[in-house]
T-cell receptor, first 113, second 115 residues
Framework: GNSVTQMEGPVTLSEEAFLTINCTYT??????LFWYVQYPGEGLQLLLK?????DKGSNKGFEATYRKETTSFHLEKGSVQVSDSAVYFC????????????FGSGTQLTVLP | KAGVTQTPRYLIKTRGQQVTLSCSPI?????VSWYQQTPGQGLQFLFE???????NKGNFPGRFSGRQFSNSRSEMNVSTLELGDSALYLC??????????????FGDGTRLSIL
């Protein structure tokens, strides 16, 4: 079956540091890949997505590239802010759709001023 | 445009009771999915509805059920509640769910606590 393995947290960085959160997946076929962010007390917000190999998703300074050869979708940001503190989830959508998502375990990010 | 609305936000029940949670999708969205989030198991897919029909189901016991109405609003029901059902239940909607360019939009969830 499908699975997503995400970098263990928590991750603590200073403001303006570089962020990488690793995500690898196992799936049959060609899944769609997503990063969601969850702030305390809230639901999940879509951060970015990629639907095919070599696609790069980007939003709010965050980027992730769909690497089929390494089955990875690592999240990066060049300069984090305190407001980026949240839990980040990597997710996989089966058969090119997004209606049944398989999530990673989540990575708690704390950015210190 | 209003987002996905889940009610109630918080709920406290005791073991053996049953509970119904409600989800109103974004206007025009016809696919509604439900997820359970717990510290131990993370985010797990429960089921998905489209046009009042259950289209996909996750690996949960039959105590968990749902339905969708003609206006796309959805409810999920959990019967004979157990302590392990304590979780944040998230609802997500998308236009049809057939296209990966139609990502799921999540509500803020219902926090269910079982005493």
């Amino acid at each position: 079956g499908n699975s997503v393995t995400q970098m263990e947290g928590p991750v603590t960085l200073s403001e303006e540091a570089f962020l990488t959160i690793n995500c690898t997946y196992t799936a049959t076929g060609y899944p769609s890949l997503f990063w969601y962010v969850q702030y305390p007390g809230e639901g999940l917000q879509l951060l970015l997505k990629a639907t095919k190999a070599d696609d790069k998703g980007s939003n709010k300074g965050f980027e992730a590239t769909y690497r089929k050869e390494t089955t990875s979708f690592h999240l990066e940001k060049g300069s984090v802010q305190v407001s980026d503190s949240a839990v980040y989830f990597c997710a996989l959508g089966d058969l090119g759709s997004a209606r049944q998502l398989t999530f990673g375990s989540g990575t708690q990010l704390t950015v210190l001023p | 445009k209003a987002g996905v609305t889940q009610t109630p936000r918080y709920l406290i029940k005791t073991r053996g009771q049953q509970v119904t949670l409600s989800c109103s999708p974004i206007s025009g969205h016809r696919s509604v999915s439900w997820y359970q989030q717990t510290p131990g198991q993370g985010l797990q897919f429960l089921f998905e509805y489209f046009s009042e029909t259950q289209r996909n189901k996750g690996n949960f016991p039959g105590r968990f059920s749902g339905r969708q109405f003609s206006n796309s609003r959805s409810e999920m029901n959990v019967s004979t509640l157990e302590l392990g059902d304590s979780a944040l239940y998230l609802c997500a909607s998308s236009l049809t769910g057939f296209n990966s360019n139609q990502p799921q939009h999540f509500g803020d969830g219902t926090r269910l606590s079982i005493l």
